[in-house]
C-alpha cells in the first residue's frame, strides 16, 4: 500500500541529489537568476525527454536558492529543499565532505584523524535529518511503482528510509565517488557503519563506477551484521547481489550491484569547445603560454583528493632533472575553488598558490612563466586548455571516474599525451593508450611528463583516438538510461 498523497505523486522518476541541475542569484534589482549546471547527470537526464514526468530533488544551497524557494521559483521538473542552513551545514560540511569523502578517498592523517567524538555525533543527527527530508519529499511526489534514483554519498541512508515508507517504489541508489577499501571503512564507529550499509541496502540496485568500487562495497557490506548480510561475490556466482535479512529475520531481500562507467559527452563538448568564446580563450592562453613552448594542462576543483600539490612537485623535479625543458614547456594549472568552508581545503588551496609561485620564481625568466596558474572557475577556458595541450596530467590519489581524462582526448586539437594516476576509475577503460603513474610517486611522476613531452606526434595523435573512443563508449544519456532500464527489469515481486 502506498502513502503518496494523492495531490503530489505523479513523478514516474525521480532523481535526487544535493546539488540540483539549477541555481539562483539574488541580483541587485532584487530579481532572481537562474544558472543551470552542467555534469552528466544533467545530461543524462535530459535523454528522457521532458514529458517523462521526471522530477529532481536536490538541496537549495545558497541564499538565491533558498530566496527562490520562498518566492515559489520553480524550474519545472525541479523541487529544491529548504532545509535548515545549519542542519544542512552539519550534513554537507560535518558529515559528507569531511567524514564520507575523506572515508571513501583515504584523505584522513590517522594519527590524529579521524575523531568520533560527541560533536561527530551531533552532526550525524543532522546528517540523518537531512536525508529524512530527502526521504519524505520522494515520498510524496512519486507515483505508485515510480523509480527513484539517488546519488551518492550525501544521500546513503536515503534508499533505506524511502523503503519504509513506500515499498512500491524501485529504489536505486548510484555512486560518484570510489568505495573505500574495508580497512578503512572499519574506521567508521560500528552503529554508523551498519545504518550505511544498511541504508544502501535500503535500494533494489546499486551502482557505481567500476568494478573496484562495487567490489569494496560489497567486501564491506559482508563485514556489517555478518550473520544478515551476504555478498555473492567472490564465490563465482555471475550474478553481482548482496543479499540480506532485514532486523527480525526473513525473508531474505536481494539489492543488485551494478557498475556503469560513465563516458564523456562527445556530441556537446565537440560543439561547445568550437564556440567562440573557447576560439578567445586559446587566444589569451596562447600569448600566456608563449609562441613554440610545449604545454602540459590540469583542470581539477582544489580538491585533496586530485593531488595538485604532488603534480607541482614533478613538474618542479621536471625542470631539475631535463635543464633542457627551460624555457620551452608550460606548466597550465586550472585548479578552481571548491569546498572553500573547510579550513582544510583553504590551506591545500593556499599551499597550491605558494608551490606555483616559488616554482615560477626560482625557474622564472622574463620571458617565460613555468606555472601559469589560474584559480577562477571558467568551463570555456578549460575547454581551450583541452584543445591545446601536448600532454594532460590527471594525478588523483583516489578518484571515483576523473572526467577530466575522458574529456581531454574528445576535443584535443592534435592530439595529448594523457599521464594517468592508475587510482582513478578511469584508468580501468583508459590504461592502455595512458602513460600511468602511481600518484604518490613524484619522481616517477615526473619520469612520465618527460615521456609524455618527448612522445612522437603521430603517436600521440593515435593514442588519442583510441582513448576518445574508449572515453565515449557510455555516454551520459546511456549511462543513466542503463540505470533506469535496470531498475525497471528487476521483479518488482521482492518482499519490503
Ligand atoms: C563530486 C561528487 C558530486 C559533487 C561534486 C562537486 O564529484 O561526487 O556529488 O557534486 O564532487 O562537489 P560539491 O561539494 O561542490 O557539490
Redesign the pocket.
Given at each position: 500500500a502506498s502513502t503518496a498523497s494523492a495531490q503530489g505523486a505523479a513523478h514516474r522518476i525521480l532523481v535526487a541529489?544535493?546539488?540540483g541541475p539549477v541555481s539562483y542569484e539574488v541580483r541587485e534589482d532584487g530579481s532572481l537568476h537562474a544558472r543551470r549546471g552542467g555534469?552528466g547527470l544533467v545530461s543524462g537526464l535530459s535523454a528522457i525527454g521532458p514529458d517523462a514526468g521526471a522530477l529532481w530533488v536536490c538541496s537549495a544551497?545558497g541564499d538565491g536558492d533558498r530566496e527562490a524557494v520562498r518566492r515559489g521559483v520553480a524550474e519545472e521538473g525541479v523541487r529544491m529543499l529548504d532545509i535548515d542552513a545549519e542542519v544542512h551545514a552539519d550534513a554537507?560540511n560535518g558529515i559528507?565532505?569531511s567524514v564520507l569523502?575523506f572515508v571513501h578517498h583515504m584523505l584522513y592523517q590517522t594519527p590524529l584523524e579521524p575523531v568520533f567524538d560527541a560533536e561527530f555525533r551531533r552532526r550525524w543527527a543532522a546528517y540523518e535529518t537531512y536525508n529524512r527530508a530527502f526521504a519524505e519529499a520522494l515520498a510524496d511526489t512519486a507515483a505508485e511503482g515510480a523509480v527513484v534514483i539517488v546519488?551518492?554519498?550525501?544521500l546513503c541512508l536515503v534508499p533505506g528510509m524511502l523503503r519504509e515508507l513506500r515499498p512500491d517504489l524501485r529504489i536505486g541508489h548510484f555512486?560518484?565517488?570510489p568505495w573505500a577499501p574495508p580497512e578503512y571503512f572499519r574506521m567508521l564507529p560500528d552503529d554508523i557503519r551498519a545504518q550505511l550499509v544498511w541504508g544502501m541496502l535500503g535500494a533494489d540496485r546499486l551502482g557505481f563506477l567500476t568494478w573496484r568500487w562495487a567490489h569494496a562495497f560489497m567486501i564491506c557490506a559482508g563485514q556489517t551484521d555478518g550473520e544478515r548480510i551476504f555478498p555473492s561475490w567472490p564465490s563465482g556466482d555471475p550474478r553481482r547481489a548482496v543479499d540480506h535479512t532485514p532486523t527480525g529475520g526473513p525473508p531474505l531481500r536481494s539489492t543488485e550491484i551494478g557498475v556503469h562507467g560513465l563516458g564523456a559527452d562527445a556530441d556537446f563538448l565537440r560543439r561547445r569547445a568550437h564556440e567562440p568564446d573557447v576560439d578567445e580563450r586559446m587566444a589569451a592562453l596562447r600569448e600566456q603560454i608563449g609562441e613554440g613552448r610545449r604545454t602540459i594542462v590540469r583542470v581539477d576543483?582544489t580538491?585533496l583528493s586530485k593531488n595538485i600539490v604532488r603534480g607541482l612537485l614533478a613538474y618542479r623535479q621536471l625542470l631539475d632533472d631535463h635543464p633542457e625543458w627551460h624555457e620551452r614547456v608550460v606548466h597550465v594549472a586550472f585548479a578552481y575553488p571548491?569546498?572553500q568552508d573547510l579550513a582544510v581545503y583553504r590551506d591545500y588551496t593556499a599551499e597550491v598558490q605558494r608551490l606555483a609561485e616559488e616554482i615560477n620564481s626560482r625557474y622564472g625568466t622574463p620571458g617565460w612563466t613555468p606555472v601559469v596558474l589560474h584559480v577562477k572557475d571558467d568551463f570555456a577556458r578549460s575547454l581551450a586548455a583541452y584543445r591545446l595541450a601536448d600532454v594532460a596530467l590527471v594525478n588523483p590519489i583516489r578518484d571515483?571516474m576523473n572526467l577530466v581524462a575522458k574529456e581531454v582526448p574528445v576535443v584535443s586539437d592534435e592530439g595529448c599525451a594523457l599521464v594517468l594516476s592508475r587510482e582513478a576509475g578511469a584508468f580501468e577503460e583508459l590504461h592502455e593508450d595512458a602513460i600511468e603513474i602511481n600518484p604518490f610517486d613524484v619522481t616517477g611522476t615526473a619520469r612520465a611528463l618527460h615521456e609524455a613531452l618527448t612522445m612522437p606526434a603521430h603517436e600521440r595523435a593515435e593514442r588519442t583516438k583510441r582513448l576518445a573512443a574508449a572515453a565515449t563508449a557510455l555516454p551520459p544519456s546511456r549511462w543513466f538510461l542503463e540505470q533506469l532500464h535496470a531498475l525497471e527489469a528487476l521483479d518488482g515481486t521482492q518482499p519490503s
Open positions: 541529489s544535493n546539488r555534469g544551497l554537507y559528507a565532505n569523502w546519488q551518492d554519498y550525501h555512486s560518484h565517488t576543483r580538491e571548491s569546498r571515483g
